[in-house]
């Protein structure tokens, strides 16, 4: 076996190695999918570069949770972690097909009608090459499971966990910005989902959409009927004058 071969072998042989290699590979499929599944709207140099980067942060971070634990545990943490993160770029990649747009929180908690919709025409939307983007998971699973990546028993420490998911954190303030510089107020004004998607990334969408959801719903659960009376009394205090047309009419009429 040539030495390059054998040293990255090696490498990918230790926890950390197996974590780079996992965050690299999800990285990759992302990038690819924001490229010729996606119809981002990229501009310039910088914002492709803000797409090249903003996969790695969240990946970093979620993907380090693993690391936080022991042994073989972190190795199957690790690998549910990047399946989940497949599995909503692979929902997206199919409901963004059908819709031109990505699945909100609020898509997900109506799944059923949403399901029925997409359910319909689920034969003619999904391309078997869809499933690729489960491709490195799988790999990993089998590299695991044939041992041809071993599992290192080794205790990942602590402060290096937290350095990485501290590295996680500084790119993810890094992507925001100059995501704020390239687009100000991002995240304060109502854009339409593409700029998140293409700013921040597909992962950062998905907390972005379930607290958008939650506040909603927090808003209209402190709603009261003493609300809609302010409404009314301003309304009534406002009222607008008589429509232009309306009165033309009524002067046309009188005067006939």
Not at 48 to 62: D, H, Q, R, S
């Amino acid at each position: 076996m040539p030495k390059f071969i054998k040293n990255t072998v090696g490498k990918v042989n230790t926890t950390l190695g197996f974590y780079l290699l996992t965050v690299v590979l999800f990285w990759l499929k992302t990038y690819i999918a924001y490229k010729s599944e996606f119809t981002l709207g990229v501009k310039g140099p910088v914002q492709e570069f803000i797409l090249f980067l903003n996969p790695f942060p969240t990946a970093i971070v979620l993907l380090g949770i693993a690391l936080y634990f022991r042994g073989r545990l972190k190795y199957w943490i690790m690998m549910i972690i990047d399946a989940l993160q497949t599995t909503w770029l692979f929902a997206n990649i199919l409901y963004y097909r059908e819709f031109s747009d990505f699945m909100s929180a609020g898509v997900i908690k109506s799944s059923g009608a949403a399901s029925n919709n997409l359910g319909k025409s689920l034969g003619q939307i999904i391309h078997g090459t869809d499933f690729l983007v489960y491709a490195d998971v799988v790999l990993l699973i089998l590299l695991l499971a044939f041992k041809v990546i071993r599992i290192d028993p080794r205790p990942f420490k602590i402060r290096y966990a937290a350095t990485l998911t501290m590295i996680g954190v500084a790119l993810f303030a890094v992507d925001l910005g100059m995501s704020e510089h390239d687009r100000s107020d991002l995240l304060t004004r109502t854009f339409d989902n593409n700029y998140i998607v293409k700013y921040l990334g597909l992962n950062t969408y998905a907390g972005y959409s379930f607290y958008q959801t939650e506040k909603e719903s927090a808003t209209r659960a402190q709603a009261s009927s003493s609300d809609m009376k302010s409404v009314l009394a301003y309304l009534k205090k406002n009222q607008a004058g008589e429509n232009v047309n309306t009165l033309v009419k009524r002067r046309a009429r009188t005067s006939s």
